[in-house]
């Protein structure tokens, strides 16, 4: 990857949901999102905040689709992140920074 920029693999999430009512909500009736998830597959020499392995939270609309050996990817520049969760290694807990 050149520069600032992050090749990442979106998170696919298809499976059911349960409202907090409880009512089971099948995955053909969500709505689009406006933001999603992905985790960071290859970054560039200049990105500084991302890490290969993190988490990313980025908006679908604003994305390059490409598809390497089979598999879809997105390439992302790093301005283009909104937020990184990544695991503490110590604790093993994750935290959202925004």
């Known amino acids: ?16 949901r349960q409202s907090s009512a409880g009512l089971v909500i099948p ?4 709505g ?11 970054k560039g020499e200049h990105v500084r905040q991302v890490a ?9 609309e604003e994305r390059a689709e490409v598809e390497v050996g089979g598999t879809d990817y997105v390439l ?3 301005r283009d992140v909104h937020g990184v969760s990544q695991r503490q290694e110590a604790t093993e807990a994750t935290g959202l920074y925004l």
């Open 27 to 30: 995955a053909t009736a969500v």
């Open 52 to 60: 290969v392995g993190d988490r990313v939270l980025f908006d679908p």
């Open 32 to 42: 689009p999102k406006r933001l999603a998830w992905a985790v960071v597959v290859v």
């Open 76 to 78: 992302l520049r790093e």
């Open 1 to 16: 990857m050149l520069f600032d920029r992050l090749l990442v693999q979106p998170e696919v999430d298809a499976s059911e």
